[in-house]
């Protein structure tokens, strides 16, 4: 896993061994990118449930202001550690291990720009955080959520809340879902 583009392009990353940990594929992380490339630069960029941080990275790399990383796991704070030495951008970076709900009630105090939601596979977290999100004022008109995940169903929770589906892929199992507020 590396860096795409940017500040820091071509940078390899450390991952996380084992099966606990699903790290986002180049080419859904590319697509990601080159869809919101252009709400990025000077963004407040949250990557939560963030596994080796690659996606919080990038955002930096790519010229997010700021990326606010999540994840309950000590092993994977670890790792995103690692990689934001590797990368040089402790400055840019706000870290935390704690479970996300925790983050979102407590934690963070400025509106979020772009929302990337990447939970572990069969949970409700997904929609947890998008609830948390709206119901702390956390989230800018013009805000952009992402959920990655492989939960079909998730379309029809989702359609339920005051959140609208702009765009949605399909890359193997990974399904991507991107939303901003009605």
Known sequence: MRIISGK??????????????RPTL???????????QNEIPNCIFL?????????????VSRGAKKAILCDSSKE??????????????EKAIELYCEKFDNVLKNRIAEKID??????PYQTNFAIETIKLLL???LLKETSIIIVETDRDEIIKEIEKLNIEIFDRRK??????????KK
């Open 135 to 137: 119901e702390k004022k």
């Open 114 to 119: 772009i929302a990337y939601i990447d939970p």
């Open 76 to 89: 994977a704070i670890e790792i995103i550690k690692k990689n934001i030495q590797k990368t040089h951008f």
């Open 47 to 59: 990557d939560m449930f963030s596994g080796s941080g690659a996606i919080g990275l990038e955002a």
């Open 8 to 21: 820091a392009r071509g940078t390899k990353l450390y991952t996380l061994e084992g099966i606990n940990t």
């Open 171 to 180: 890359y193997g199992r990974a399904n991507l879902i991107l939303l901003k």
């Open 26 to 36: 180049d080419r859904v992380k590319e697509s990601i990118f080159n869809i919101i």
